[in-house]
Each structure stands twice: as structure tokens, then as C-alpha cells.
């Protein structure tokens, strides 16, 4: 019994001692990262532009050092995974296997820029749109509250014009520019009086009920006519009616323009070929529309 355990721990002994020696023979012969055959051969598929064939052969190389860090065939395989192969989740994990391995090195800053840029990526596949452009809704929320201040000098616009009163000079000036028979109707002057000629002042006798002198009583003039009644002999024309316009501002766009005059776009397009040949030709600051 003693005999077989002895024999039976020499064996063990022997297992091991062949274990370690094949595990440092492995390890010894690993050559540097960038001298591996796979990784050179991968660098090499990257400038022929074989990306797929790239990553396989960076894969391999992570593969075959196992434990022991590869962090320029993670580096690689992040940037195919993200730039090629569009999946931003594989490319922010070789990204971070790159970090841990080399937390300092001169490329940390680039790699973490990468790993920014994958997650920006992985957001835009959502279907919520987290993180929509913010240059866009900035300009969404601009043209909205630009839309509440027209409608706002609108409103006091009707309010003033309805009462028969001028435009206070104290208001701001207007964003829009009104028709020109209604800014003309709200800056005419006052009626004249008007006169009857040949109806002099002429006085009268009447006679006095106690008798006696007659005293002169005096005849006033028949109330004026205004012109601008139906009945008046000068009746007020109508104005005619002018082409409208609008001067291009730095940030006007055709939809806005054509939400402002309530017109549709391919109207005012029409309407300024000269100016706006296309729907998406840009506007000139300072060139003048006509809004048909």
C-alpha cells in the first residue's frame, strides 16, 4: 500500500513538473504584440481596406496571448468595430481593455474620445432619441418663440387699428411687416371739415311776437359732410394695392418666411426666381422677396 502510494505521488510530481515546463515554453515563446503574425498580417489587411478580414486577424492575437495584455489589437479591433462594422457596445469593450491595460499612455486621451464616441452612437440606435442634436432644437425653440412675438404685436396691432387709434410710437417695431392697405389705413389723417360755398352767413328779421323793431337773427351753415361717409360727394378711393415684400434677415428661412406671410413655399419660390431659383437654394442677407 505504501509501495503504490508512493508511486502514485511520484506520478503527480512528474505531471506538474511537465505542466510547468510546457506552460514557460508557451509563454516563453510569445513574441512581442506588434511581431505577432497575426497582428502584422492585420495592419496589413487594414491598408488594402479588408476591415473584416482585419478584425478576424486582431481577434486572433487577443486570442492567443489569452491573459496577457494586447492592448494594440484592442485599440484596432475597437476602431473597425466602430467605424466599420457599426457596433458601438463591441467597440467601447476592446476600448476599455485598451485602458485597462494602458491607463497612462499618450493615447488615453484619444481612446477615451472613442469610448464617447460609441456610446453617442449606441444612443442614436435607441428609440427615444436621448440625445437628439441640440443645434437642432435650438433653432426649433428660436423659430417658436420668434412665431409667440409676431403673434404677440399682432394682437396689439388689431387692438390698436380696431380702436381707431394711431400705432403707439413707444411699441417696438414689428418683426412682420403689415399689408400695405391696412399700415395705410391706420395712418390716415383726420377728415377735413368740409364747407358749403355759396352759403354765406346772411342775417334774417323775424318778426318780434311783442312787436316793435325786428332783430336780425343769424343762419349757421348746414352741418359738415364727411367724405368718408357713403352719402359724401368726395367719397375716400380705395388704395391700391401694392406688391408685399420682405428684406432677408441673417437667420430667415424660406419655411419661415412662408409661415410668417401664411403663403406656401413653391408660391414664393415662384415669385422669385431670380433670387430663390430651387426651394433649397440659400438666401442672400439683405435681398429683397416678393410675397405673392
Do not use: W
Not at 37 to 57: D, I
Not at 128 to 143: F, I
Amino acid at each position: 500500500m505504501t509501495v503504490r502510494r508512493q508511486i502514485f505521488t511520484f506520478g503527480a510530481l512528474v505531471v506538474m513538473l511537465l505542466g510547468a515546463g510546457c506552460g514557460d515554453r508557451e509563454s516563453a515563446v510569445l513574441p512581442a504584440e506588434i511581431d505577432d503574425a497575426y497582428y502584422v498580417q492585420g495592419k496589413q489587411l487594414q491598408r488594402q481596406g479588408r476591415s473584416a478580414e482585419a478584425l478576424n486577424a486582431f481577434l486572433k492575437v487577443i486570442d492567443r496571448r489569452g491573459e496577457n495584455p494586447s492592448p494594440e489589437s484592442q485599440l484596432e479591433a475597437g476602431l473597425i468595430y466602430l467605424n466599420h462594422a457599426k457596433d458601438p457596445l463591441a467597440a467601447c469593450y476592446h476600448f476599455r481593455r485598451y485602458l485597462k491595460a494602458h491607463p497612462n499612455s499618450k493615447q488615453t486621451p484619444y481612446v477615451l474620445g472613442m469610448v464617447e464616441a460609441a456610446k453617442r452612437e449606441f444612443a442614436r440606435t435607441l428609440p427615444g432619441r436621448p440625445m437628439e442634436d441640440q443645434s437642432v432644437r435650438m433653432a426649433v425653440d428660436e423659430e417658436v418663440g420668434k412665431l409667440r412675438r409676431e403673434n404677440d404685436e399682432l394682437r396689439a396691432e388689431l387692438v390698436v387699428l380696431r380702436g381707431g387709434g394711431a400705432v403707439p410710437v413707444s411699441r417696438l417695431s414689428r418683426m412682420i411687416s403689415l399689408p400695405p392697405e391696412v399700415r395705410a389705413a391706420s395712418q390716415l389723417p383726420a377728415p377735413p371739415v368740409a364747407t358749403v360755398v355759396g352759403a354765406p352767413v346772411t342775417p334774417a328779421r323775424e318778426p318780434r311776437p311783442s312787436g316793435g323793431d325786428l332783430a336780425p337773427v343769424v343762419s349757421r351753415a348746414p352741418p359738415p359732410v364727411n367724405p368718408m361717409s357713403r352719402g359724401g360727394a368726395a367719397a375716400a378711393q380705395p388704395a391700391p394695392a401694392t406688391q408685399r415684400t420682405h428684406t432677408v434677415a441673417a437667420k430667415d428661412t424660406l419655411y419661415g418666411i412662408s409661415r410668417r406671410y401664411n403663403v406656401k413655399i413653391e408660391e414664393l419660390v415662384a415669385a422669385n426666381r431670380a433670387t430663390v431659383p430651387r426651394i433649397n437654394s440659400p438666401l442672400r442677407v439683405g435681398s429683397v422677396l416678393k410675397i405673392p
